[in-house]
């Protein structure tokens, strides 16, 4: 029986969904209903209508997140559930607001930001006494829209309901998606930012998650930044601030004692979000995933993926991955994630510290690489099928993607090969390597895939002027004399070992690439055999075979969101054909799995990974 075919008296309708809009209610919300660009002082919230799109269809919906609604198949399908999902109808019960929040955006304060594109619709209490938070994307223009029209596109819309989805299914903490609606209403787009614009199709998302407050949330009451000279909107509300702190605690961190006007229960809700926070980011670089916009406003409160714009899902192993292609000095590459979000659980203690001692935050802060090492460690055991821990665990880990890089593989695909080897009994070291060779890029396709930002001259100069003022006198270890230009020295580090690569494999052959990566993996595959028989002695498990393959096959994707693969599912529902997109779903959703369309676990050779959304 499909879910929701029959009449389930448990399940409710859009007409019928429980609200309890406690963030309106225990928050202050803006006094003015002037719907225009403008400061909004001292309030969380201004309450906003959505506006009202054209035609709209629903693209795909996800089922099993609007469970978390109560909301049958039944309903999901009605005539009306495309005018309610986009902001056309109005949902009884819902209240609709554009939060206020402001940001560090790729490190300097922006003031105010707050929901542009987005709006609260409201919170809903399902049958189990659960309260989920739902929220409209491209819904309409909010008094924090800036000059922007408060739109979003199908482009952007699908790539963000899709990644949502397959993020919660690969276990990675995450906001969901429950559908995303498109209209025959247009706005105009300069989609790669080159001077030529195009027509493309109002779409609405609705997002789910227990709340979407945010670092940024409580920068609005910081005061004047030194360096941009801008102050949040509400700076010296403390009263606000401990408002809002006494709801975040209430409703989502109920089970740490105390009151917020106690510092220790403070310093222990910090706790708790920077922990979040680590385990986190640690889930991302066990699968490969690139954020793309860690600024402090695309933080979540609870530690959850949220606002996914230009993110991307790593193919060939690069640790100095970029997937925003605006990001050019390589401040939110793939490997500089941890200290990043080290960074905005910082700026978030900054906050705290209005109303309790920065000692003690700062003293939380600094066992941020314990909690991560600790989640991230496990998380890689779990992909290679070890049972027990090992002090040589990180060398282990740092050589497998030492090794990845040097041969160009698939992020993906290096662990499904892995975990197809029996490291046990009947090992063929000759046989493993050459499948592992299959991974592996050829010269011609390494060639596609370096693409350095910067020339090797610029590189060659930049690496000089860095070098000149990490000498100065005065200056701090990892002081970054570009900063001010926005480029980070390990993207101009990344690049200076790119032109060496390109010009190391422009005197190679064929033979020699080959030899190079058979010799790289045959070394680390036996440090990885031993490392198996000496787990299996340890583990005393009478099934230990069997126990590290399920292991294993429940760590290791076959499938993620590659770009190649979401630009097709996007190509064809430009042109109103959907199969592809509500495909993909089907598939992320069951990531463990081998889809029947091989594509699917493919790389795009010389896709470099880098996008635009907006």
């Known amino acids: 029986m499909r879910y929701g075919r029959l009449r389930d008296l448990s399940m409710k309708t859009l007409e019928t969904l429980t609200f309890d809009n406690a963030a309106l209610r225990d928050l202050p919300v803006d006094t003015s209903p002037q719907n225009v660009p403008r400061q909004v002082k001292n309030a969380c919230f201004s ?28 309903e999901l399908e009605r005539d009306e559930f495309p005018s309610y999902l986009c902001g056309s109808k109005l949902i009884p019960g819902a209240e609709y607001a554009a939060h206020c929040y402001c940001g560090h955006q790729f490190g300097y304060f922006s003031g105010q930001l707050g929901d542009g594109a987005t709006m609260y619709v409201g ?26 029209d408060g739109r979003k596109v199908l482009r952007s819309s699908l790539r963000e309901f899709l990644c949502s989805e397959a993020m919660f299914h690969l276990g990675v903490p995450t906001t969901r998606a429950g559908s995303c609606v498109v209209s025959t209403d247009t706005v105009v787009r300069d989609v790669l930012y080159d001077g030529h614009p195009i027509n493309e199709k109002c779409t609405v998302i609705l997002r789910i998650a227990p709340t979407f407050i945010r670092f940024g949330s409580f920068e609005i009451f910081k005061s004047i930044d030194r360096l941009t000279g801008r102050p949040g909107p509400s700076v010296g509300k403390t009263d606000i601030l401990k408002q809002l702190l006494r709801y975040t605690k209430s409703r989502f961190y109920p089970d740490i004692p105390g009151e917020v006007e106690e510092e220790d229960t403070v310093v222990a809700m910090y706790r708790e979000i920077m922990e979040r926070t680590a385990r986190l980011v640690a889930h991302w670089q066990t699968v490969g995933f690139c954020h793309g916009v860690l600024n402090t406003d695309n933080m979540s409160i609870l530690g959850l993926t949220i606002d996914y714009g230009p993110y991307g899902f790593m193919e060939t192993f690069d640790p100095g991955f970029i997937c925003n292609g605006s990001d050019k000095g390589g401040r939110y590459s793939y490997e500089a994630q941890p200290a990043i979000c080290k960074w905005n659980v910082k700026k978030l203690g900054e906050m705290f510290a209005l109303i309790v001692s920065q000692e003690k935050l700062d003293q939380v802060l600094e066992s941020w690489e314990q909690v991560y090492e600790k989640e991230y460690n496990q998380l890689m055991r779990r992909k290679l099928g070890l049972l027990t821990e090992s002090s040589d665990d990180a060398e282990l880990f740092s050589k497998l993607f030492a090794t990845m890089r040097e041969t160009h593989s698939d992020f993906t695909t290096t662990f499904l090969l892995l975990q197809s080897f029996d490291l046990i009994e009947g090992f063929n070291s000759d046989e493993a390597v050459n499948q592992m060779l299959t991974n592996c890029l050829s010269i011609e396709d390494v060639t596609k895939t370096l693409k350095p930002t910067y020339s090797k001259a610029d590189c060659a100069a930049l690496l000089q002027i860095i070098s000149q003022f990490s000498l100065a006198a005065g200056n701090e270890a990892g002081f970054n004399p570009l900063a001010r230009y926005g480029i980070e020295v390990d993207s101009v580090l990344r690049d200076h070992q790119i032109h060496q690569d390109l010009e190391n494999f422009g005197k190679m052959t064929a033979e020699d690439r080959d030899k190079q990566c058979r010799d790289k993996w045959s070394e680390w595959l036996q440090m990885y055999k031993t490392r198996v028989q000496d787990d299996s002695e340890k583990s005393n498990d009478s099934n230990y075979r069997q ?26 529902a430009e042109l109103g054909d959907y199969s ?25 050779v010389g896709d470099k990974g880098a996008c635009t959304v907006t």
Do not use: C
Not at 125 to 143: D, L, M, V, Y
Not at 589 to 598: D, R, V
């Open 580 to 604: 592809l997109a509500r495909r993909l779903l089907e598939v992320f959703e069951q990531p463990y799995e081998k889809p029947a369309e091989q594509w699917l676990a493919e790389r795009d």
């Open 547 to 572: 126990a590290r393959g399920d292991l294993q096959r429940k760590s290791n994707p076959v499938v993620v969101p590659r770009n190649h693969i979401l630009q097709r599912a996007i190509d064809r």
């Open 47 to 74: 309450r906003v209508d959505p506006t009202p799109l054209s035609s709209p269809k629903t693209v795909v919906y996800s089922s099993s997140a609007m469970r978390l609604l109560n909301l049958p198949l039944s």
């Open 123 to 148: 919170e809903v209490i399902n049958n189990e006494s659960q309260r989920w938070e739902i929220q409209f994307k491209g819904a309409g223009k909010t008094p924090f829209s800036r000059s922007a």
